[in-house]
């Protein structure tokens, strides 16, 4: 019974005690943008105005599939987890996010357009 | 307050909440349904499961350090030194009582 339930609910962050394949220990310098996805982590989570908690953070991170999870570097997780909190709490809404990333997107094809 | 004693045997809840709703648990699944004995007690924190919720104001749970054995984990069967052991941090409402 209880090996029936371990396939439907185990979660995909929950692995400890599998295999998990090599793992890389290199070093490497944040980018710009995951120092980025840093600041704005810690913006929201810092006194007065907290935003949310980490468990809230990690609540978000652990409900992504496990395409999204799988796929998704620490940093790019942590971006999942903002874009989730921002809207849950009010701060910004869906529409804006995604009028923001085309408003980005077009200018950077217009960059890449003038190269 | 607190339900468990140093030393105590105890036993990880073999529950397993349904997903894939919204949840962060932070007993690991591998622990579920183990066995071990209570190393230490840190005092009264807030549930995360009611935190990653955004539930801050509910009541405050006992987080104890349990022991397990390498072989109570991993079915070693012996294999393990009896030294050999691990500590997690596990809070109360996950624990019951072992006689």
């Given at each position: 019974m209880?090996?029936?339930?371990?396939?439907?609910?185990?979660?995909?962050?929950?692995m400890g005690g599998e295999a998990g394949g090599p793992v890389d220990n290199h070093e490497h310098v944040p980018t710009l943008s995951e120092r980025r996805v840093d600041a704005l982590m810690q913006l929201m989570r810092a006194n007065p105005r907290s935003y949310w908690v980490v468990d809230e953070m990690r609540r978000t991170i652990e409900s992504l599939t496990p395409e999204h999870y799988n796929a998704a570097g620490y940093y790019e997780k942590w971006a999942y987890a903002l874009r989730g909190l921002l809207i849950e709490k009010g701060v910004v809404t869906e529409a804006e996010i995604d009028a923001k990333l085309a408003e980005v997107k077009s200018r950077v094809a217009e960059q890449s357009e003038k190269c | 307050m607190a339900a468990f004693e140093i030393g105590q045997a105890v036993k990880v809840r073999a529950e397993h909440p349904l997903r894939p709703q919204p949840i962060h648990i932070r007993t690991p699944w591998y622990l579920r349904g183990k066995h071990g004995?209570?190393?230490?007690?840190?005092?009264?924190?807030?549930?995360?499961?009611?935190?990653?919720?955004?539930?801050?104001?509910?009541?405050?749970?006992?987080?104890?350090?349990?022991?397990?054995?390498?072989?109570?984990?991993?079915?070693?069967e012996g294999s393990y030194g009896s030294n050999d052991s691990l500590i997690v941090e596990i809070y109360e409402h996950w624990l019951v009582s072992q006689f």
């Open positions: 209880e090996e029936e339930a371990d396939m439907a609910e185990r979660g995909v962050h929950d | 004995v209570v190393e230490r007690r840190f005092g009264e924190f807030h549930n995360p499961e009611h935190l990653a919720v955004g539930q801050y104001d509910t009541p405050e749970v006992t987080l104890y350090w349990v022991r397990f054995t390498m072989d109570e984990l991993w079915a070693g």
